[in-house]
C-alpha cells in the first residue's frame, strides 16, 4: 500500500463532524465586520423516502480586509444528487447548496493580503444507517489537510507549516480546489455561482480510498 499524503489524518473527534475551521472569536468578527455570511456546516439529512444526504452550502467572498469562503467539490464516481443555485439578498453571502452521499469541502480563511487558514474535508453518510438515526451519527467526516497560518506567494503557491513546524504541502489531487477556493476568498462583493463548479471530481489515492468504508456508488440523477 502506498503511504498516504503526510497530511491526511482522521478527523477531530472534538468537533460535531458538520464543523469546518473553527474560526477564533476575533476572526469571526472581522469577517462580520466585512459582511463576510459564511456557512460552512455540513448537515445530514433525511427525504421522505428515507435516503440519506448531506447538504452543504456554498457561501462566502472577501470584504476590505479578510475573507472567506466555503465550496464543494464531488468526489469521483459519487456526483451530486441536487445543486440549486441561490440568489442572496447580499454579495459574499449565498452561491448555491449542493447534496450528495459524499462531499469534499474547502475551506479558506483569508487575511492580512497574503495569509490564510484552510481545511479541506470528505464528508460521506455513514455506510451502515439506522433508519431510526438522524442526526451527526450518520455523517463521517475526514479531514485531508489541514493549517493554519499558511503564507500564499505571489505565484500563488501556498507555504504551511505543521503544528510541530515541518512543511506541509497541500495534496496534489487538493490543489485545484483549494486554488478556487482561495480565489474565492479573494473575490470582493462576491455574486459568483460557484467558484468551484469546474473543478474536475477528487480522485483519492489508492491508499487512502482503501481506509474508507464509503456509501455505494450511484448514477448521476440524469442516468437514472
Ligand atoms: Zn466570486
Known amino acids: 500500500m502506498r503511504p498516504l499524503p503526510t497530511a491526511v489524518r482522521p478527523a477531530s473527534r472534538t468537533s460535531p463532524p458538520g464543523f469546518g475551521l473553527g474560526l477564533a472569536p476575533y476572526e469571526l ?23 440519506q444526504l448531506l447538504r452543504g452550502e456554498e ?18 464516481g459519487y456526483p451530486f444528487q441536487v445543486v440549486q443555485p441561490v440568489p442572496a439578498l447580499a454579495p459574499g453571502a449565498q ?9 469534499v ?3 479558506v480563511f483569508h487575511y492580512s ?24 451519527e450518520t455523517h463521517v467526516r475526514r479531514v485531508l489537510f489541514e493549517a493554519r497560518f499558511g503564507e500564499i506567494a505571489e505565484d500563488n503557491t ?7 513546524g515541518e512543511l506541509l504541502a497541500v495534496p496534489s489531487f487538493l490543489t485545484e480546489g483549494f486554488r478556487q477556493a482561495l480565489n474565492g476568498s479573494r473575490c470582493r462583493t462576491c455574486r459568483h455561482r460557484s467558484h468551484l463548479e469546474k473543478v474536475a471530481p ?14 455505494v456508488a450511484h448514477p448521476t440523477p440524469a442516468e437514472k
Open 95 to 103: 452561491h448555491r447548496r449542493v447534496f450528495g452521499t459524499v462531499l
Open 29 to 51: 468578527a472581522a469577517l462580520k465586520n466585512n459582511a463576510i455570511f459564511t456557512n460552512s456546516r455540513v448537515v445530514a439529512v433525511r427525504q421522505s423516502s428515507g435516503r
Open 158 to 164: 501556498p507555504a504551511f507549516l505543521s503544528p510541530a
Open 113 to 136: 493580503a497574503n495569509q490564510v487558514h484552510t481545511q479541506i474535508s470528505l464528508h460521506t453518510v455513514a455506510a451502515n444507517t439506522n433508519p431510526t438515526q438522524h442526526g451527526p
Open 202 to 215: 477528487i480522485v483519492l489515492p489508492p491508499g487512502l480510498l482503501q481506509t474508507l468504508r464509503l456509501p
Open 59 to 76: 457561501s462566502g467572498g472577501a470584504g476590505p480586509t479578510v475573507g472567506h469562503y466555503v465550496g464543494y467539490v464531488p468526489l469521483d
Open 105 to 107: 469541502r474547502f475551506e
